[in-house]
């Protein structure tokens, strides 16, 4: 099974030479795995901040908070909140800036490439090239540019992905990551509103609100404390 973050992402329709993945990945862990890779390639800060640009309301936005809060190592937070906010600057949706704030930018500045930071002239040309944003996360590197035409259409995506659709029809908010942790995370059931509101990093109202709305939709049912994905009832 081809499984490396440039296939992973073929299959989401950024255009690497790179066979895509059999399967649709886990959208939110594939943007923390990209973080951890930022260092090492530098083709996916400009492609996944422009997939981001054009794609962003596919991302569930309270699970990711939770999952960067849980699995991203500190050391990596910084990426992210730079790819995050890079692609907010261009034009991805505003809501991701919140994501941002639970990223802690590096307290030890440096090159965000590692192929920068073997020699102390490299170590100096990175800094004096290095934009605003990626100084204030401590990762230097260049402004980037948009890559438009290496990204595909969302047709396409939906076309490859049919199970990302239920995302877009509902721009990420928190009934998206509600239905993508009982897919994802939790095999179809959740014992309780506080054990929902544990995985996607939101208030009990918040998501008390959220799943009547989803059993109003036809996508959940509600059994006394217990709520289940009507798919697997």
Sequence with gaps: MNNTIESQWARLGVLFNSAPASATPDLERLLLETARQLHHNGRL????????????????????????????????????????????????????RRLCKVCIPSADPSPLSVSFRTKPALIEIAQQTASELSKKWGLWSPAIQLKHDAICPSSWIRTHNPSLLPRLIRRGDLRCSILE?????????????????????????????????????GELIQHARQVVLLSVA
């Design 181 to 217: 942790v009982f897919t994802l995370d939790l095999d179809g059931s959740a014992s309780s509103i506080t054990e929902l509101a544990r995985q996607t990093n939101a208030t009990r109202p918040a998501v008390y609100d959220a799943v009547e709305s989803l059993v109003c939709e």
């Design 45 to 96: 800060l400009p492609l996944v901040s422009t997939w981001l640009v054009e794609h962003g309301l596919y991302v569930a936005r309270h699970r990711l908070k939770r999952l960067i809060v849980e699995e991203l190592e500190p050391e990596h937070q910084p990426a992210l909140g730079l790819l995050l906010e890079t692609a907010v600057e261009h034009g991805a949706p505003a809501e991701l």
